[in-house]
């Protein structure tokens, strides 16, 4: 059934479509780049809580879990989630109020 999908989704240009209709959608609004740079953070993050890169996050899940049960002995997954997403959430702020001003510093993006 996801082959049959895949294979609908590439035949139909839907990508394409939305693509190009977001990218004109992007241009009308007439953003800062600063904002752009804001929203892009922003929706990653969100996707990055959605669409997981599963083995890896399972994997460093079970290690914390192992070493969380040695302190608690209940603690499970949700536990760690709970612990940790307020970590998550300051250094998400934070980091994006790093991006945000090395931009508005001018500072060179790459080499």
Do not use: E
Not at 9 to 21: E, G, K, R
Not at 58 to 87: C, E, N, R, S
């Amino acid at each position: 059934m996801i082959s049959q999908f895949i294979a609908f989704f590439n035949y139909s240009d839907m990508a394409t479509l939305a693509a190009v209709s977001l990218a004109d959608l992007l241009q009308r609004a007439n953003l800062d780049a600063l904002w752009l740079l804001v929203g892009f953070v922003a929706v990653t993050f969100i996707l990055d809580l959605i669409i997981t890169g599963a083995i890896a996050k399972w994997a460093i899940f079970a290690l914390i879990v192992t070493f969380a049960i040695k302190y608690q002995k209940d603690a499970g997954i949700g536990t760690v989630i709970a612990l940790m997403l307020p970590y998550v959430i300051v250094l998400c702020i934070v980091w994006t109020l790093f991006l945000a001003a090395w931009h508005l510093l001018g500072l060179p993006w790459g080499l």
